[in-house]
Structure formats: structure tokens, C-alpha cells
């Protein structure tokens, strides 16, 4: 009998591929959300960070790591809440007061990619920032204008302004009291603006050591100072800093890395870490402002002296006028001078600098104060301070300011052109045209709104039935053109909502042909289409800006030279010349004028609903997180830049957990606004980290807006450099999304980056599945989408293990270990 054959050998089971806990980081957008929204479960517990900012994780997966288990087929989730850097306490809805100096400081980053262009770019911030510090000198001059020359100058010493307003009574030139000398109610008037100065340095100050000064895990800054300096062998030595260019010579030797792990600006050591240049401007510009009311103040102090005998010598007030001229040269010498460092992590603190220049000019304010103070019995105020040049010389300045900026950027442009930067590279000028402007409107509402309120029934500069001169003519001239500016915009406005109307007719049938078999439904076809065409209105967004900061400049201009060749408002500079111009004149100038102050009461009640109302609040909050995603460049007194602490709270938290899980793998998750954090924090990983991270953004302002409007920093540069420097990356976008699209990777082959657009809404009609009507989702719930866990889980899955290639050891570089073909990042 033949023995029996053995058993057949069952095949070895297959390994598990992954054989460590994995983490999605999640990182929520705009308008911030509770860690219960985005954890899908009302307990929750804090694994690390504050009350400002935190990490969270659900209670059940506290402790996730220690049994993964637990987490076979789907990650361990966190989310990192950021939401209180910018819609936290009350007190920040005053920052709606700080727009113009935000808006500015958005300029600094719109500059056009540069390619061996050092000094261009250098010119650009220069320019920039030269800009900013007009603003300053503007809302110190406006608020010199109204509690120097409206109330201290003109109504204290207008008889019947006094007497109806009493609580001016003990400044009255009629009361003869000792403050009754128009230099010592000027002296007293300048604690206003000074204060003003005091406040925006406090401000400043504060949110320069919460933010800004908060240095990083000490333990990444050698790897990302190597990484960085091996990169930068063959960079553009221009891009190594906005404006300042490369900090050191680069080595002669071979580049370590290969051009594909090169980091671009937002992955440099010291990109998040402005403390040096915050401090530098803060003190220069808090000098600027107490110049402008010690020259306010001393000015005309000394004028009289020089226009009449007195009791005080001539020669001081020149001498304190020199001394004001020569520490505004050196405020404006500190400004030019110095730019970032983002090489490396500057940790320096120009201290004699920082403290001695704003002190100073607050001693030239002091003597520039007891000066006026001085006793001259016979000095009666009548008129107007001599502010109207200050006020023409700053809108002239600002002009030519931005026009240089303009050739400046359309020369980088021209030299390394790209098709999708907006207003071929205008887009920095154009903003800081806008800037100026909202600082126009803001300034020369207050003035307006504060003249017409202290002349009772007349009209600032018409000389029918006023009590006072008015403020500058300029304000009523730049308050005139603004009912023009508006007419104009309306020609856009009514192209694009022509257009838009077109394109949600074309629609339709694409939308039907998408949903069939599904039988039409014309009005669900109607609102998918007319949403779609809605959403498609971002992109034309610069052509609207561009049209109204060209007609802002050139009607600012026009303002200008209306003012100076008239010296009359506009409603005196057009008497005799017909009924018909005089009217349309004061018409304009009496609109204006309101116009611009119902827009400065805006924002006043808009702040003023804020601090009381969280929601409202909320609302502000998402501005500012867009306005200040980027560092204090430009203007020390814009909102502090958040992502100077959420940036480097993410890449700690990616490298602490990467670092104490070695066999584990990691997603970021952002939407959003938090896809633009999730990037930036990625850029700022060491390489080692960086290969064993997965990428996954959705509704994504990656390339639709900031690649747009910020080219040298996620131009198709950095954004394919990103694709190339990450494992593996996912980008989800819908047609219905405003705001988020594809990020547009170019590369020889489809890099697989890019999934949409993602079918919105999930069902046309009624389905076995979904029985009851699906909402048109747009920028929101992405994770509602069953392409979102389908996609996370394939980055998961492309992670896979980690293993390294023989003969590498110690540290390894982020294009190692890593499969060729695969469709998170190119082939090599």
C-alpha cells in the first residue's frame, strides 16, 4: 500500500504591508471649527498646545499608538485647531482699523518670480515698505488734522465754534486762560495723536511677543539648516530673501541634494521667524509717527516766530526743526536699509536701535511741545494749520511710489513670465494702490465726519454760514472723485454679471449630460449651473482690482492737481463756470463726502458689533485669515501674522510624532485655508520626515489664489518642487468651489495630483441611496464626498513601509526609499 501523500504546504501568508499606527492630521480652513466639528465626536481631549492653538484628538483615540491594532483600517485622527490666532478675544475686532496697514503688507509678497534679479528685488521691498510708512505718516497726520487743527486750532479759536461746544470752553482764545494760547491748546491737542502712536506700538509690541518671538523646536534647526544650504547650490541667489538677496556666498562644492529637493522661500529656516525685522520696523515707524506731531506742533510754532517779533528767538525753532528733519532721514534710512532674513533663523536684536530711535523722536516731540508752549501774547490762530501741503506731498509720494513699484514689478515679469501670475505681475502695485486708498477713505472720513459735525448746518470750505475753514482741500477734492470711481466700477460689475448669466446658460446641458440617465430637471439644472458660474467669478476678481486701482490713481491725481491749482474746495473751485458744472461739482463733493464718512462708520460699527458678537467676530476672523497668512514684512502695526505660530506648531508636531512612532505614517489633511498651512509646514520638514508624510488637500487656494497672486513663493515652481519634495499628494477640488481648484502640477507626465472635479451635488434627483434632495456643497464638507476616505486611504496605502536602499545609513533624502512611477511625485 502506497504511503499517503503529505498535505500540500499552505502558502506563506502574505506580510502585513503596514505594520505601524497611522495619523491623519487634520487642519480646517477659513472661519476656524471646533476640534468636536472636525473629530465628529463631542469628547474630545488636548494632546498638546494652548488655549490659543492646540492639537486634539478623541478621548477613545488618546492613546491610539499604543494599540494600533485599534487602527487597521482607517487612521488615528487629529485636528489641530487654529481658530483662536485670529477670531479669539473681543479686543480683535479693532483690527479692522489696521485694513490699510494689512492690505500693504500683502504687496510685499505679490512680487512677480525672480530670476537673477538681487537688486530688483531688493528695489521692490524697498519700495514696498517705503509705501507702508506713508500710512503711518498718514494716520498721524489725519489725526493731527482733527485734534490739532479742527478743535485746538479752529474751533477753540472760532468764538461762536467755542461756545457751542462747552467742554471746549478752558481752550477758548476768547476765555483768556492760560491755555488759551493757540501753542499750548496745539501742545495740549498733541496728546492725542501721540497717544495714538503709543497705542499702535503697544499693539504691536504685544503680538510681536506672542507671535513672532516664539521660536520653534530647537531640535529641527540643524536638519533644516542643512537641508537648505545643500539646496541652494545653483538657486537663484535672489529668491534666497524677498528683498534683501543671499546672506552668504554659496559653497563652490557639489550640491548634496539633487535640484528636486530644492525648498523654495516658505521651507528656509528663518521664513517664520520675523522677530528682528518686526522689531526694526516697530521702532521706526513709531518714530515716524512721533515726528509727524512734534513737526506738527513745532511748525507752526515756529512759522509765527518767523513772521513776527516775539519773545522767542527764531533760531530754535529752526534748530528743533532740523533736529525733527535729520531723525526722520534716519527713520527713512532704517526702513530702506534692511530687509528679512530667511537663510537662517535670526535671533539678533538690533537693541540700541529699537530703543534709542522711537526715544528720541519722543524727545524731539517733548521739546517740540514745550516749545510751543512758550508764552507769545500777541499769537491768535485764524484759518487753517498749513496741513494742506502735507496731505498733497503724501498723495503725491504714495503715487509715485506705487508707479515705481509698478515698473519695478512688470521688469521682474518680463524676465521670468508666467501666464497664470495675475495683471502680468501688477498685482503688488495694485494693492498697495488699494491700500492707500482704504487709508485715504479712512483718514479722510474722520476728518470730514468731525468738520461737518463741529461747523453745525454749513459746509466745511463753501464760506456759507461755517464757523470754521475746514480741513484740507485735498480731503474734499479725494471725497469728490469717489462718486466717479463708483459710476466707473459699475461698467465691470455689469460685464461680468452679463457674462456670468451667459455661462450659466451654456451649462445647463453639460449639467444633464453629467447626471444622465437622471431625467431633466430645469430648475435643479438652473441653480447647479448658476452656482458653477458664480464660483468661476474668482478668477476675475484682478480684473476688477486692476480696474479700480487705475481709476484710484488716476483720479487721486486729478484730486492733486484740482487742489493745488484751486486752493478751493470743488464746489468754489467751479463757481462761473454754468449752472450746470457748479452743480454736478458740489453734488459730487457733498456725496463724497458723505460716502467717505458713511464708509469710516462702517467700520466703526462693524468693530463695534464684533466686540460684542462672537459670530460677527467670526466673520472678521476670516479676512484676517487671508490678509495675515504672511509675515509683518512690510508694516510692524498690520494683525500679526498666525501662521508664525500655527506653521511651526504643525512641523513640530509631524516631527515629534514621526520621530517617537518610527514605523508610522502620517497624513496632513488640509481645507482650505489650513491646505495652505499643511504645504508651508511640509516645505519646513527635514527630508528625513518629510518621505514618510502624505499630502491631502481639498477645496485648496493653493494655485487658484496664492499661485496667482503670490508666484515667487507657490508659483509652478514651488508647487511642482512641493510634488517632488512630499511622498505622495492628493488634491480634491469641485466646480461649485469659489474658492479652492486644482493645483496644476507641470510635469511631463500627469503627476496624479489632481482628482475633480468632484461631482457636486452628489445626486441630481432622488436615489435608492440618497432618497432625499443632496445640497450643492460647494467649498464645504469635502468629507461628505466618498472620494475623500477612498483617496486617504490610497495615500496611506503609497506610504507603505519604509524601508531604506542597501548601503544607506543615518540620515536619508526625501527622494529615497521611494518607488519610481508613483503617482504622488514624479518619475526620476
Known amino acids: 500500500m502506497a504511503p499517503a501523500a503529505p498535505p500540500p504546504i499552505p502558502p506563506p501568508s502574505p506580510a502585513p504591508r503596514h505594520t505601524g499606527t497611522a495619523l491623519e492630521l487634520l487642519v480646517h480652513g477659513v472661519g476656524g471649527a471646533t476640534p468636536q466639528e472636525m473629530l465628529g465626536d463631542p469628547r474630545t481631549v488636548r494632546v498638546t498646545g494652548d488655549e490659543t492653538a492646540a492639537v486634539y484628538r478623541r478621548t477613545e483615540d488618546a492613546d491610539g499608538e499604543q494599540h494600533p491594532e485599534r487602527y487597521r483600517n482607517e487612521p488615528v485622527a487629529e485636528a489641530y485647531c487654529w481658530s483662536g490666532l485670529t477670531s479669539g478675544n473681543s479686543s480683535r475686532a479693532l483690527w479692522l482699523l489696521l485694513l490699510p496697514f494689512m492690505v500693504v503688507n500683502l504687496a510685499h509678497w505679490m512680487r512677480p518670480t525672480a530670476t537673477g534679479r538681487t537688486r530688483a528685488v531688493r528695489l521692490y521691498g524697498v519700495l514696498v515698505r517705503l509705501v507702508a510708512l506713508s500710512l503711518t505718516v498718514l494716520l498721524t497726520a489725519a489725526t493731527c488734522e482733527v485734534a490739532l487743527d479742527l478743535l485746538a486750532w479752529q474751533c477753540a479759536g472760532a468764538e461762536v465754534c467755542a461756545e457751542r461746544r462747552t467742554w471746549l470752553g478752558f481752550l477758548s482764545a476768547h476765555q483768556g486762560g492760560w491755555w488759551s494760547q493757540p501753542g499750548r491748546r496745539l501742545a495740549l491737542a498733541a496728546v492725542v495723536p501721540a497717544a495714538l502712536v503709543g497705542l499702535l506700538w503697544y499693539l504691536s509690541h504685544r503680538t510681536w511677543s506672542a507671535y513672532e518671538t516664539q521660536r520653534p523646536m530647537e531640535g529641527e534647526d540643524l536638519e533644516a539648516s542643512d537641508d537648505f544650504d545643500g539646496a541652494a547650490q545653483g538657486h537663484d541667489p535672489a529668491a534666497s530673501s524677498p528683498d534683501t538677496g543671499p546672506s552668504a556666498s554659496p559653497d563652490t562644492g557639489p550640491a548634496p541634494h539633487p535640484p528636486a529637493s530644492d525648498r523654495p522661500a516658505l521651507g528656509r529656516p528663518g521664513f517664520w521667524y520675523g522677530r528682528r525685522i518686526v522689531a526694526r520696523l516697530r521702532a521706526a515707524h513709531t518714530a515716524a509717527g512721533f515726528l509727524t506731531v512734534a513737526a506738527a506742533v513745532a511748525g507752526a510754532a515756529a512759522r509765527h516766530d518767523r513772521s513776527a517779533e516775539g519773545p522767542v528767538p527764531p533760531f530754535l525753532g529752526a534748530a528743533v526743526e532740523g533736529c525733527i528733519v535729520l531723525c526722520a532721514l534716519v527713520v527713512v534710512g532704517v526702513v530702506c536699509r534692511r530687509g528679512r532674513s530667511e537663510r537662517t533663523r535670526d535671533t539678533r536684536l538690533d537693541a540700541a536701535l529699537t530703543t534709542f530711535l522711537p526715544g528720541s523722536a519722543l524727545v524731539l516731540l517733548a521739546l517740540a511741545v514745550v516749545y510751543a508752549s512758550w508764552p507769545r501774547p500777541h499769537w491768535q490762530s485764524s484759518g487753517s494749520l498749513p496741513g494742506e501741503t502735507t496731505f498733497r506731498l503724501l498723495a503725491l509720494g504714495q503715487g509715485v511710489l506705487v508707479v515705481a513699484l509698478a515698473v519695478v514689478a512688470r521688469g521682474l515679469y518680463r524676465r521670468t513670465p508666467e501666464p497664470r501670475t495675475i495683471l502680468r505681475g501688477l498685482g503688488g502695485p495694485v494693492v498697495a494702490m488699494l491700500a492707500c486708498a482704504l487709508g485715504g477713505v479712512m483718514t479722510g472720513g474722520v476728518a470730514q465726519r468731525v468738520a461737518d459735525w463741529l461747523d453745525g448746518p454749513g459746509s466745511p470750505g463753501m464760506d456759507r454760514g461755517t464757523d470754521i475753514t475746514g480741513p484740507p482741500v485735498l480731503l474734499s477734492w479725494q471725497a469728490s472723485v469717489i462718486p466717479l470711481l463708483l459710476l466707473l466700477l459699475l461698467v465691470p460689475v455689469l460685464v461680468l454679471a452679463v457674462r456670468t448669466a451667459r455661462t450659466a446658460r451654456r451649462l445647463g446641458p453639460v449639467i444633464e449630460a453629467e447626471y444622465a440617465p437622471e431625467p431633466p430637471d430645469e430648475g435643479r439644472t438652473r441653480r447647479i449651473a448658476r452656482i458653477r458660474a458664480a464660483a468661476a467669478l474668482t478668477d476675475s476678481a484682478p480684473r476688477i482690482l486692476g480696474v479700480v486701482s487705475a481709476a484710484t ?134 527630508d528625513a520626515t518629510r518621505r514618510r508624510v502624505a499630502l491631502l488637500t481639498y477645496g485648496s487656494p493653493l494655485e487658484r489664489l496664492y499661485g496667482r497672486w503670490f508666484p515667487a513663493y507657490f508659483g509652478p515652481e514651488p508647487l511642482l518642487g512641493l510634488h517632488r519634495s512630499v511622498h505622495c499628494w492628493r488634491n480634491l477640488w469641485r466646480d461649485t468651489d469659489p474658492i479652492g481648484g486644482p493645483v496644476r502640477i507641470r510635469a511631463d507626465s500627469d503627476p496624479g495630483v489632481d482628482r475633480g472635479p468632484l461631482k457636486d451635488p452628489l445626486a441630481y434627483g432622488r436615489t435608492t441611496r440618497l432618497p432625499l434632495p443632496e445640497p450643492i456643497l460647494g467649498h464645504s464638507d469635502y468629507q461628505a464626498d466618498p472620494v475623500f476616505a477612498k483617496e486617504r486611504t490610497a495615500l496611506l496605502d503609497e506610504l507603505g513601509p519604509l524601508v531604506p536602499r542597501q548601503g544607506e545609513s543615518g540620515r536619508t533624502g526625501p527622494a529615497q526609499g521611494v518607488q519610481k512611477g508613483s503617482s504622488g511625485r514624479s518619475s526620476e
Open 553 to 686: 490713481l488716476f483720479l487721486g491725481a486729478g484730486a492733486v492737481v484740482g487742489s493745488w491749482r484751486s486752493d478751493e474746495v470743488p464746489g468754489r473751485a467751479t463757481d462761473g463756470s454754468g449752472p450746470l458744472l457748479e452743480s454736478i461739482a458740489e453734488a459730487a463733493q457733498s456725496t463724497g463726502s458723505w460716502l467717505i464718512g458713511f464708509g469710516f462708520l462702517l467700520f466703526v460699527a462693524g468693530g463695534r458689533r464684533a466686540y460684542k458678537d462672537v459670530s460677527a467676530r467670526r466673520t472678521i476672523g476670516i479676512l484676517w485669515d487671508v490678509g495675515t497668512f504672511w509675515p509683518r514684512a512690510a508694516h510692524p502695526f498690520a494683525p500679526p501674522c498666525y501662521a508664525e505660530r500655527a506653521v511651526p506648531d504643525l512641523t513640530s508636531r509631524m516631527s515629534a510624532w514621526t520621530a517617537t512612532t518610527p514605523r508610522g505614517r502620517l497624513v496632513i489633511s488640509g481645507h482650505s485655508q489650513g491646505s495652505v498651512l499643511a504645504a508651508s509646514a511640509v516645505w519646513q520638514l527635514p
